[in-house]
Structures are given as C-alpha cells and as structure tokens.
C-alpha cells in the first residue's frame, strides 16, 4: 500500500476510517504524514480522533519531521491547528536551534496560546546561538512596544526574560 492513498484516507469524512488510517501511519513512522495529520485533525469530529492525532504528533520521530512541521506552520487551511504544530517540536523534543527566528516570529504575529506554545519551544531547547537570542530579544523588544494587548505584551516579556537568561544577563 502506498502512502498517498492513505494520506487520502485521513482526509475522510468517516473518523472510523481516519482511526484506521492513523493506526497505518503510526506503524510506518513516515515524516510525508505530517501534514497529512495535521489536515485530519482540523477535519476530525471527534475527540477520539483529535487525542490519537495530536498524541501521534506530539511523538514523531522520523527523519525530516521538523522541515514537515516547519512547512505545516505557513499553510493557511493548517492555521487553527498551529498550535498543535508547535506544541510537536517540544513534545518531540525536536531540535529548534537553528530556526529561533521562525519562532520569534510565530511569537509576535501569532495568538498569545501560540506565543506560549514559542515560550515553551524557548525553554526545552538546552541552546540557542547567542548572535540569534540577542537579535531575537531585540524583535521581541521592538513588538512588545507595539502590541495592544496586555496579555500578548507580558507574554513577549517573558520570551525575552527567558533568552535573556540563557544569555546570563
């Protein structure tokens, strides 16, 4: 069976058949099935089928799974589900080091669950290059002038409170 009859399976209507589909790809630990995935969690019912997705997710191991994630986040149909994305590359423990401005950027222009979901990003992953921290904390800096809401404002400071850290400052 090749994959893309099955990536087609997970986009089904029927969460019964979108469940057997997940129990193939979950055997088979292919990278090409993320945003796959990613596609059936915003089209499942069911709670059922949203916890076997995200938890199959939230393990991904395989090769090329954080360029698929990557992708899956600049994807407009995939945007109720970024969250989920970047919930993936900590839960997976997923090496972020050379991609802090992407996240910065989902920091800033993203939700405030979504900034959080960065902040935590920042927090499990044991390096960051001090050139990329520092002109991150300057992005940061420069947004949390401009940000209206007070929630996302505090939620940016603390992005740049926790670089500022790994910098020892």
Same mark, same amino acid.
């Given at each position: 069976?090749?994959? /893309?009859?099955?990536?087609?399976?997970?986009?089904?209507? /029927?969460?019964?058949?979108?469940?057997?589909?997940?129990?193939?790809? /979950?055997?088979?630990?292919?990278?090409?099935?993320?945003?796959?995935?990613?596609?059936?969690?915003?089209?499942?019912?069911?709670?059922?089928?949203?916890?076997?997705?995200?938890?199959?997710?939230?393990?991904?191991?395989?090769?090329?799974?954080?360029?698929?994630?990557?992708?899956?986040?600049?994807?407009?149909?995939?945007?109720?589900?970024?969250?989920?994305?970047?919930?993936?590359?900590?839960?997976?423990?997923?090496?972020?080091? /050379?991609?802090?401005?992407?996240?910065?950027?989902?920091?800033?222009?993203g939700s405030v669950a979504e900034s959080f979901?960065?902040?935590?990003?920042?927090?499990?992953?044991?390096?960051?290059?001090?050139?990329? +921290?520092?002109?991150?904390?300057?992005?940061?800096?420069? +947004?949390?002038?401009?940000?209206?809401?007070?929630?996302?404002?505090?939620?940016?400071?603390?992005?740049?409170?926790?670089?500022?850290?790994?910098?020892?400052?």
């Amino acid at each position: 069976m090749s994959m /893309d009859p099955l990536f087609a399976q997970l986009l089904s209507n /029927d969460d019964a058949q979108v469940l057997a589909a997940i129990e193939m790809v /979950d055997q088979r630990g292919d990278a090409m099935a993320i945003i796959p995935l990613l596609h059936a969690l915003v089209n499942a019912k069911e709670v059922a089928t949203q916890q076997r997705i995200t938890t199959l997710l939230f393990a991904v191991k395989a090769k090329g799974a954080k360029e698929q994630l990557l992708e899956a986040l600049d994807i407009p149909e995939l945007l109720s589900v970024r969250q989920t994305a970047l919930s993936c590359f900590w839960n997976a423990g997923i090496d972020m080091r /050379d991609h802090l401005d992407v996240i910065i950027g989902l920091a800033i222009s993203g939700s405030v669950a979504e900034s959080f979901e960065c902040f935590t990003i920042l927090q499990e992953q044991s390096v960051w290059p001090d050139k990329a +921290a520092r002109t991150s904390i300057v992005r940061l800096r420069n +947004a949390m002038t401009n940000q209206g809401d007070t929630l996302k404002a505090s939620m940016l400071g603390d992005l740049v409170t926790e670089l500022e850290r790994r910098l020892g400052k």
